[in-house]
């Protein structure tokens, strides 16, 4: 079974990383990234219920970033399931989840075009 022990042993094999400063890296990629809360613009974050890297998520929309940062999760489906080419087999809360990602990236790029074209226009 893969434990957090487990993985951790390959860091100093893998990247030269000894045991004893992980807790010292952890807290600086924390820090530099924002851990928790990260502050993101145009970002969803997408987890499947029986995802494993969903602990690793957001797993709640974050109320300050309003539409710009939005969580999905998708009950019944796995890894990246929302990113497969949709089949007729797929569970509804799959399809739904896959239209609401589509209406979420298409407002962003509308908003983003606007962007650009008011800055030309300066």
């Known amino acids: 079974m893969v434990t957090l022990q487990t993985l951790t042993q390959v860091c100093p094999k893998v990247f030269g990383i000894s045991q004893h400063s992980l807790p010292g890296r952890i807290a600086f990629t924390n820090t530099y990234f924002g851990g928790d809360n990260a502050s993101t613009k145009r970002v969803l974050y997408v987890n499947g219920g029986v995802d494993p890297w969903r602990e690793l998520s957001v797993l709640h929309d974050r109320?300050?970033?309003?539409?710009?940062v939005q969580s999905i999760f998708i009950k019944d489906t796995a890894h990246c399931a929302d990113m497969m080419s949709s089949r007729v087999s797929d569970r509804r809360s799959l399809r739904t989840a896959r239209e609401e990602i589509k209406k979420h990236v298409s407002s962003w790029l509308k908003t983003a075009a606007q962007e650009q074209v008011g800055k030309k226009g300066v």
């Open 63 to 68: 109320s300050e970033g309003g539409e710009e």
